[in-house]
């Protein structure tokens, strides 16, 4: 460990360019052991304290060649379609060191198919659903199971392909968009047909070397658009941690029940899992349940996750993709962090760009307070929008309500024509705390 934090500084490339991808950066700067850091491409955030390439994350071949010749002692990934790629399985063939699933690994999240034979035969709590590559036999199901149900297209669809069908109607309409419209391609040439769960969500974010594993303080999104969880699904509007629907004694049987049985079925399946794997919980009434697995840090709860940890994530980060993760619990720092996202007016739908954003200075000089850039670009001299999903900021906080405040008095600051964000990210948490 010592002999590591002598000697050079060690560089690292983070591949992707939003919100996720500027916390992880902010987190490798904090650590004493790194000298330079690359974004691929990176956005207008990470360009203040990192160096853009202008790769995108899809150019696996330009990314192994940057790597190479910068000697890049770490690349780390961000969005979930290059490890579905197979961005991995290059950068350990060129020798390079890479944190994150191999494209076999990675299938946890690329298909949701494979992610549930996994579960049930790992007897891991999640919904019961049946698999189906017929639209006319999908059909029939859905006549016969009826509603709500929960229609999955099997492949990374952005986040566009799961229907929460409460009506056999919806179920139906879903079913036809994905299955005979096509409209997700070839990830909705099957599906799964999965029973409705009534909860609350969280997540939980576990780094493992492919055996041992660390999991983190749990955290909750909030993907609909709208306060109250209304309006259509989105990236992510905000997120808070830790989030208190997840207490520890929880927390240890979902590490138990969940993420280790998963853990050790994708090692004994021949494709062992390094990086970080994210399970996507709803809490009913019997506890907590998998909806889904994502192969990738998530994004937005990163932005609330990170700032408070103690440990040194190119660490973690570097000491997994050796495959031997030096932590086996995370040392955080007391109290809570709460992310709100400023959008574009328009998100999740058509979108205007290249506003000036104003404040930033304003709100970067805040105590405890950090502007995570997502969709941004410098023109000139100034930042302008260039996403659906701008920018998120982050307050910390004593606890969540404090850091609430702290977080909307920050982001109130913030100006650009059209910003849209929503008033509620952590009132599940306050709610809970009365
Ligand atoms: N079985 C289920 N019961 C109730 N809601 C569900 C179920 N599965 C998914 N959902 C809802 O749909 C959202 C998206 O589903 P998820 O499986 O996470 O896929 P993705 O994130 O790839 O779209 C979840 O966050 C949850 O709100
Ligand atoms: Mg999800």
Redesign the pocket.
């Known amino acids: 460990m010592t002999a590591k934090r002598a000697g050079k500084k060690k560089s690292v490339l983070v591949v992707g360019g939003g919100g996720r991808e500027h916390t992880l950066v902010w987190s490798f700067r904090r650590s004493p052991q790194v000298g330079p850091i690359f974004a691929a491409p990176g956005n207008a955030g990470t360009a203040e304290i990192a160096e853009n390439i202008p790769v995108g994350p899809g150019d696996i071949e330009a990314l192994v060649k940057f790597a190479r010749k910068e000697r890049v002692d770490l690349t780390v990934v961000g969005p979930e379609a290059p490890l579905a790629a197979g961005i991995v399985d290059r950068f350990r063939a060129a020798k390079l060191a890479i944190f994150g699933p191999t494209k076999q690994a990675a299938r946890i999240e690329s298909s949701?198919i494979f992610a549930k034979k996994l579960a049930l035969e790992a007897g891991i709590p999640t919904?019961p659903a049946e698999i189906f590559d017929d639209f006319e036999a999908a059909k029939r199901y859905i006549d016969i199971s009826g509603a709500p149900c929960?229609v999955?297209a099997d492949g990374l669809?952005a986040?566009?392909?799961?229907t929460?069908a409460m009506t056999e109607e919806e179920a139906h309409a879903a079913l036809q968009r994905t299955m005979a419209e096509k409209e997700f391609g070839a990830a909705g040439e099957r599906v799964l047909v999965?029973?409705?769960?009534?909860g609350e969500?969280a997540s939980i974010l576990a780094v493992t070397d492919g055996e041992r594993a660390a999991v983190m303080i749990p955290s909750q999104d909030h993907?609909r658009l709208k306060d109250g969880d209304g309006g259509p699904?989105t990236g992510g509007m905000g997120a808070y941690a830790p989030a208190p629907v997840i207490d520890g004694k929880m927390l240890n049987s979902i590490t138990e029940t969940i993420i280790e049985p998963a853990i050790a079925a994708l090692s004994d399946s021949g494709a062992p899992y390094q990086g970080c794997l994210y399970a996507?919980l709803?809490v009913d009434f019997e506890g907590p349940k998998l909806?889904?697995f994502?192969c990738r840090f998530g994004d937005p709860e990163v932005q609330a996750m990170l700032p408070l940890l103690s440990d040194d994530l190119y660490e973690v980060c570097a000491s997994t993709a050796a495959g031997k993760l030096e932590f086996n619990r995370f040392a955080w720092r007391p109290g809570a962090a709460v992310s709100v996202v400023a959008a574009s007016k328009g998100y999740p739908g058509e979108y205007e760009r290249g506003f000036a954003v104003k404040g930033l200075d304003e709100v970067g000089k805040m105590e405890d307070v950090i502007v995570f850039h997502a969709g941004t670009a410098k023109e000139d001299d100034s930042v302008v929008t260039a996403g659906g999903r701008v920018l998120a900021v982050t307050a910390l906080g004593v606890n969540v309500a404090d850091a609430v405040k702290r977080a909307y008095d920050a982001i109130g600051r913030i100006k650009f024509p059209g910003i849209y964000y929503r008033r509620d990210i952590g009132q599940k948490a306050l709610a809970r705390s009365k």
């Open positions: 949701k919904a929960v999955k669809a986040g566009k392909g799961v929460v999965e029973d409705y769960i009534s969500e993907k699904n996507g709803i909806l889904e994502n």
